[in-house]
Each structure stands twice: as C-alpha cells, then as structure tokens.
C-alpha cells in the first residue's frame, strides 16, 4: 500500500526538492501529520547536504521522497 502525504511547496535546488517554508509552516505540517497518522520523515541538511545528493542519487531519492527537506 503507498500512502500520498501533503507536501509544504519546495524549489528544485540542483534536483533536490528543498521546502520553502518557515518554521510556523514547518510546525503546522508536523501538526498536520501527526493529528492524520501520516507517515513522513524530514530530512535538515545545509547547503552541502544539496551537494552530496547532486552526486549520490541513491541519496537524492531519499531527500525526493522525505515530507519535507530543510
């Protein structure tokens, strides 16, 4: 079974889906989540974390498919 979760809006940074929200956003969708039993994981990465993913795809996907990148 594949669950669809809400997404925030991101930007692709070099491939990478990176949200662009604030942290009240960021808390509203955690709140979201949690209230609607929704599997989701976040990926926190500074600008070098983008880097490594630009060249590990493998890595790429897991930001790709994380509820939010930050």
Same mark, same amino acid.
């Given at each position: 079974?594949?669950?669809?979760?809400?997404?925030?809006?991101?930007?692709?940074?070099? =491939? /990478?889906?990176v949200s662009t929200i604030n942290m009240i956003q960021a808390v509203s969708q955690v709140e979201s989540w949690i209230e609607t039993h929704t599997p989701a994981y976040i990926c926190?990465?500074?600008a070098? =974390? /983008?880097?490594d993913c630009y060249h590990d795809p493998s890595l790429k996907t897991i930001f790709n498919h994380s509820g939010m990148t930050t």
């Open positions: 079974m594949r669950v669809t979760i809400s997404r925030p809006p991101h930007q692709n940074i070099l =491939g /990478v889906h926190v990465t500074p070098h =974390g /983008v880097m």
